[in-house]
């Protein structure tokens, strides 16, 4: 019987939706990140082996994201409960809105540290090789 | 009992999505679970093993140890087989005058969108792992000790696969269908 559930009977899935939303581009975010800082880390690794523990770095700040979808894809998650609390449309676009927030965010983050890694740790490599030269050349 | 209020639909498109079984949303979400699942890890392999079979050619001594890599790969296929099977045991049958009730609704959305979110984070971890692992060989067949430095990374990758199983079992916690009356 529907006694207990009160609320919209739409609304739920829409508040799936966005803890839906909220992991699953914060885990692309995070994959493109890790990707490409992490493409980049081998690649200059072949011509400076030490050099490779510091550079994953932005391979560390890419997975972070992913924690970030986690926990507001558990909060939205456990947030929707009709029988305990009543949930109609709004707080299902709240928490659509709030997923898709989460995840975007995550996944353009992901897609900068990603750009800007893979380019940084290819410069880092470049820079000490250089300034190792035996003649001064800059 | 008081204070308990259900609301319908109010437009065309919410009385056209009430009228969709929970059952076909959980079918879907099953599906996906394990097909988006299996492409990520189909995916990754490929990547992996053909730079991993040409760098061999040159440098055979990689082939043992890279074959970690493929692992990696081949666990997130096995993740969409566990939730997708977890999310099965979670279908219930309901008396037919219950299946469009709103806790049977909810239980179908919720299932739907746990298949979604494992099949898409699996998806992406078997990319991520499938490119870094085909780096990984690749460099390693150059320079050996780059071997374990490479792996972090690949391990960090693999951790957004599990990220998905536990947001997706976590939701399937949800599903709960009406009980039989």
Partial sequence: MSSTFSGDETAPFFGFLGAAAALG????????GTTKSGVGVASMGVMR??????????????????????????????????????????????HLSSGLACGL???????????????????????????FDKHGRI | MSGAIVIGASGSWARAMLKISPYTFSAIGIAVAIGVSVLGAAWGIYITGSSLIGAAIKAPRITSKNLISVIFCEAVAIYG????????????SVP?????????LRAGYAIFASGLI?????????????????????SD????????????????????????????IIMSAQATWPSKV
Wanted: with cysteine; charged share 10%; proline share 3%.
């Fill in chain 2, 81 to 92: 087989v566990i939730v997708a099977i977890i999310l099965q045991t979670k279908l219930e």
């Fill in chain 2, 118 to 138: 494992v099949g898409f984070a699996n998806l992406v971890c078997g990319l991520c792992v499938g490119i870094i692992g085909s780096s990984c060989a690749l």
């Fill in chain 2, 96 to 104: 037919s005058l219950q299946i469009y009730a709103p806790e049977s």
């Fill in chain 1, 49 to 94: 082996p030490e050099l490779v523990m510091k550079s994953i770095v932005p391979v560390v700040m890419a997975g972070v994201l992913g924690i970030y979808g986690l926990i507001i894809a558990v909060i939205i998650s456990t947030g929707i409960n009709p029988k305990a609390k009543s949930y109609y449309l709004f707080d299902g676009y709240a």
């Fill in chain 2, 141 to 168: 067949a150059q320079n050996s000790t780059l071997f374990v430095k490479i792996l972090v990374i690949e391990i960090f990758g693999s951790a957004l696969g599990l990220f998905g199983v536990i947001v997706g």
């Fill in chain 1, 105 to 131: 965010a995550g996944l353009s983050a992901g897609m900068a540290i990603g750009i800007v890694g893979d380019a940084g740790v290819s410069r880092f490599g470049k820079f000490v090789e250089i300034q």
């Fill in chain 1, 25 to 32: 581009f914060s885990c692309m975010g995070a994959a493109y």
